[in-house]
Every structure is written in structure tokens, then in C-alpha cells.
């Protein structure tokens, strides 16, 4: 039996993806030349867990297929602008042919001519902490471009930054571009978050950059995906549970990876997976959206907005704000205050005139049990399957798929 190939895991990529739009093959063509070079700078941006850092691995997967350098920076380092100069000193030492100049320091010729030894003192030239990092930058850049690509610098969770620090980096970026380098910087986000960062005028270089916001797809490519994942493997799925999946899944990426890899494990040794299997998923799924996406977003949301939130409980479906204002014992401009801050927090979104709705699937579930004890984030459109660029080989193969 085929092992579970379902990635219900942060930054797991998945073998199959739920894609809105061509994201990566349009920045494919970016790196290539064929699309303007602006498009190289992009800032991704959607709620948790609707696949910003596995969109971000897709496009370090090809620009490195397509010979670019790729550097990935943490926001967890104590200065971006050092890790990027360790970064491009690094990569400089397997790129630069004269990374290392030698020096003759010694030279002796043993008697009678046996042989002789020679002292040499290797040193890299990269050493020297003096060298500018727009220096190395620029030879860094200049040496990718002669080998037919460029440089690219990639940065995670973005929102979590220090500005000033953001700042220095896209500058650097910046100048390389205006150098004539072929060069590319890409950011990933919580939208909430990346509001914020992009409201701070030292981020200008990122609210130019390409937007791509992600979210979630419609239930009916969700049921796809779990199709097309089962399908590549030794078990069956019925469509009627697929379509099950699909549904219970809201579209939601890390969702469709939880309803699946607990639905096949349900399934046991059966070679299908039968409808059943996946309503047994359902609340094992609903569990690790509360748990894993709710629990740590609604930490953040106190007090009055959390009011808010409770005050929405009492309706089934979209809530009038009238009647949240109500609730809450507050007049209607102050509820759109807090109406205002909770869609920022892609917690509720507009649902027609006067209405509001809770905008994350089982938000519902996590606010109930908050009471008994994280932008718009669910675009719906047309949305494909779509394989990721690259599948790391299964373990031992070596090969490449995909
Ligand atoms: N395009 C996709 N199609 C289907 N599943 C996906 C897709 N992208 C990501 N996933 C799955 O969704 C989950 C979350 O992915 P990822 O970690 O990339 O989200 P994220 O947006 O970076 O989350 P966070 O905001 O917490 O950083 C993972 O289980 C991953 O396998
Ligand atoms: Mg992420």
C-alpha cells in the first residue's frame, strides 16, 4: 500500500495543487525575460495557511530550474541585511572563479632534489569583512548573469520584519535592478500583517512589487485535487467522496491536506476510500483548524473585537450589524470600528448591505468553544489543479517527476 499523500503540515508541498490563476508560470516568465522585469518583485499575501510559503518553495523550485541563484532570508535574524552579506559569500565561494587567491609564502627544495614543498596561503577574497554589500551583490548578480540567470532573495512571513530592515533589503534590490542586473525579490505574508508593514512608508519598494493574494478555491476544484492526489497512488475514491472532501475542506488548502490524509487513513487497508471515511474526517479536520489556524489567530483578538465576535454567535448565517451594534450596547459608527479592524484581521467579511459574515472556515467552531472555555481571505473564482513545479524525488530514486 502506497504511503498517505496528503501534506497536512506547514510548508509542505503537496503533490497535487489547488492554484488560482498562473501565478508560477507567470513568474517563470519573469525570471525568462518574456514578461517585464517588474514582475520579478512579488509580494504574496493571503490568509493562514492557504499556501504562501508552498507558493514561495514553487517559485524558488523555478528560478533555480531556470539557473537562477536563489537566496532564501529568515525573519527570525537578527539583521537581514547580515544574513543576506553570509548568504552571498557563501553562494560567492561556489560561483567565483577567483573566489580564493593564493600566495606563495614558502618555498624549499629538500637535498639532493627529492622534492619540494611549497607554502601556500589560501586566502577568500570574501573574507575581509570591509567588502561593501552592494559589492557583493553586484558580483554576485553580475556572475549569475553570465551564467544565464540572476539573483533571487526570497523572504518568508514577511509581516513579522522589522521594516527598516525590509527597507535595506529591497533597496539593495532595488539597485541592482537600476544596474542593469537581472534581479528579483519575493515576499510572503499574512495579509493582515502586510497591510501594516505596506502602510509603513520605508516598505514603497514592496507596495510596488507584483500582488499575488492567495486564498481559498471552490469546492469543487478542492474534490479535484483530493481526486487527482488519490488517484496518483495504489487506492481508490469514490466521487461521491470526493465531493464530500471537497465540501467539508471550504476550498481551504491546509483544510483539503487534513480532510484527505485523515479520510485515507481512515480508510485502512481498503484499497477505497468510501464517503464514510471522509465524515469520519470531518471533525478530526475541524479539530486541527481550531487548534492550528484559529487558536494562535485568535490569541491576538481581545476585548471589544473579540465582543464582536461572540456578538455574530447568535446568528446561523450572515449577521446584521445593527443588531451586533445592538448587542454589543454600541452605536453604529463605533461597531464599524471594530467591523473594520476584525475584516483587516480576515476574521469577518461584508456579506451584502448591512451584513457580515465570519470570513474563515470553522471560525464558527472556534469562537463556540472560545465561549464555553486570523482579508478577504475565501476568494471564490476559477481556480485549476495543478502540479508543483518540482516534486523532490521519492527517497532513493534520484530522479526527477513532475
Ligand atoms: N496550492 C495548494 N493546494 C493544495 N494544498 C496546498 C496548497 N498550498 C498549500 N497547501 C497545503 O496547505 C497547508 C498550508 O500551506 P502553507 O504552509 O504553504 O500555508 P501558509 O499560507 O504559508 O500558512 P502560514 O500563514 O501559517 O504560514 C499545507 O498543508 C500545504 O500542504
Ligand atoms: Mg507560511
Known sequence: M?????????????????????????????????RPAGHRSVLISGARGVGKT??????????????????????????LAEELRGRAVHVLRDLDPQASSSRLTSASITAMGAGASVGREVSSRYDEEEVPLAVLLD????????????????????QSADPEQVHVITQHMQDLGQRGHAAGFVAAGVRAGVDE??????????????????????VGTAAQVIMTTVADTDKHITPEA???????????????????????????????????????AREYAIDAMVHNVH???????????????????????PSAVADIARRMGIDLNNQNVYRARLIADEMIRPAGRGLVELAMPYLRDALLRRQEGGRSALAHGPARVARPVRRRPPRGSGGRTG
Open 54 to 79: 508552498v507558493l514561495l518553495s514553487q517559485f524558488h523550485d523555478v528560478a533555480e530550474e531556470v539557473g537562477w541563484e536563489v537566496i532564501v532570508l529568515h525573519t527570525s535574524s537578527d539583521s
Open 2 to 34: 502506497d504511503r498517505n499523500p496528503f501534506t497536512p503540515g506547514f510548508g509542505l508541498t503537496p503533490p497535487v495543487l489547488a492554484m488560482q490563476g498562473t501565478p508560477v508560470e507567470d513568474f517563470t516568465e519573469a525570471l525568462e525575460g518574456t
Open 242 to 280: 470526493a465531493v464530500r472532501a471537497g465540501d467539508i475542506s471550504q476550498g481551504y488548502p491546509y483544510l483539503i491536506q487534513v480532510v484527505g490524509a485523515e479520510a485515507w487513513q481512515r480508510s485502512g487497508t481498503e484499497e477505497t476510500i468510501e464517503v464514510e471515511d471522509v465524515e469520519g
Open 295 to 317: 487558536g494562535p489567530a485568535l490569541r491576538d483578538i481581545t476585548g471589544r473585537k473579540n465582543d464582536y465576535l461572540m456578538a455574530m454567535l447568535e446568528d446561523d448565517g
Open 197 to 218: 508593514l505596506l502602510a509603513n512608508p520605508k516598505t514603497t519598494f514592496l507596495r510596488r512589487a507584483h500582488q499575488v493574494e492567495i486564498g481559498s478555491v471552490d
Open 139 to 158: 558580483r554576485l548578480a553580475s556572475l549569475a548573469s553570465l551564467r544565464g540567470g540572476g539573483l533571487l532573495v526570497l523572504l518568508d512571513e514577511v
